[in-house]
């Protein structure tokens, strides 16, 4: 069985949508909900309905892709509506709000407000590390303001959430946001986001493929699994044992999913691929995934889950 206990629930499998691929309307969030993944998670929402960048804004390359949307959603009261609805109708099929901010802080802790005063009472994932808003840094890649703005959300918010980390390429950088994480009560951190601010040039005319941010953007599918493995395979380490792991990043096939649970992930969020290759990407990573346990002779992912081998 490739059953994944997470946050209380157990999924049918692990995978899930990475957020902004495949999850921006009702039809397509009803969509994934009826595919063979095990959960989804919905688009990151900001207070009000945005449009985003100009196109073209997400390309796909032979090793994956780049993007720079911009926060394009139809706005967290969209969301939030159809959260409420979702829960009511498959209260035994839970799934993640995703949760941005295009302002910064004030509009993050004004998003918590908003949700903790609704009637939606499931997990929220709340999204640290956008690259892709001219002028805004990431939110996870300082350590102080992650404090505050941790500090300010816990003080009324109530219900289950996680963060959404970007990629960290120092081990001390490692150590300072496990020391920022390990203060609060959080259910779960997904690690990673895009490798921000990457450059793909096309070799026919020389230019870069992306139009925001003179050609400047997000970075996934193959060229990420080992930053995403080595930011699962950190935090595991340094986070209370309370706290999850969601592992994103670079999971194209049966093995890179076995990967990242064997670095600790509990759940596996799939972007690029699921771009790529659209919903079918589910039944085939299921297929694979499972052939590897019968292989090695595992019956649950349980058996090996974070027991990564070391020299
Ligand atoms: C966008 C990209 C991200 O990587 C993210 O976490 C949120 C939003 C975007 O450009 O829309």
Redesign the pocket.
């Known amino acids: 069985t490739l059953q994944a206990t997470f946050y209380g629930h157990t999924y049918d499998n692990p995978f899930m949508n990475a957020?902004?691929v495949h999850c921006m309307t009702m039809t397509e969030l009803d969509a994934l909900a009826d595919s063979a993944a095990g959960s989804f998670v919905t688009k990151?929402a900001t207070a009000e309905a945005r449009e985003?960048?100009p196109e073209p804004?997400y390309v796909n390359v032979d090793l994956g892709s780049i993007?720079?949307?911009?926060?394009?959603?139809l706005g967290l009261d969209y969301y939030l509506d159809y959260a409420i609805k979702r829960q009511a109708s498959h209260p035994d099929q839970p799934f993640v709000m995703s949760v941005?901010s295009y302002q910064g802080f004030d509009e993050y802790v004004a998003n918590m407000r908003k949700i903790q005063e609704s009637d939606y009472t499931g997990l929220v994932e709340l999204?640290l590390?956008?690259?892709?808003?001219p002028g805004k840094p990431q939110m996870a890649y300082d350590f102080e303001d992650t404090d505050r703005l941790l500090t300010e959300i816990f003080a009324f918010y109530t219900k289950p959430f996680g963060v959404?980390l970007p990629p960290y390429f120092d081990i001390m950088h490692f150590d300072k946001i496990a020391a920022v994480l390990n203060q609060f009560d959080l259910k779960f951190v997904n690690c990673i986001?895009?490798i921000?601010n990457g450059l793909y040039i096309d070799e026919v005319t020389d230019t870069v493929v992306i139009k925001p941010k003179g050609g400047f953007g997000?970075i996934g599918g193959e060229y990420v699994k080992p930053t995403a493995l080595a930011n699962v395979r950190a935090l595991k380490q340094r986070l209370n044992p309370s706290i999850e792991i969601i592992g994103t990043g670079g999971i194209l096939t049966g093995r890179d999913a076995y990967e990242h649970l064997l670095c600790g992930a509990s759940m596996l969020q799939v972007g690029t691929q699921l771009e790529k290759e659209g919903l079918g990407v589910f039944e085939r990573l299921t297929k694979e995934l499972l052939a590897i346990l019968e292989a090695k002779g595992y019956a649950s992912i349980a058996e090996f889950k974070g027991m990564l081998g070391t020299l």
């Open positions: 957020s902004g990151s985003g960048n804004r993007n720079s949307m911009g926060l394009p959603n941005a999204n590390s956008c690259p892709n808003v959404k986001n895009s921000g997000g």
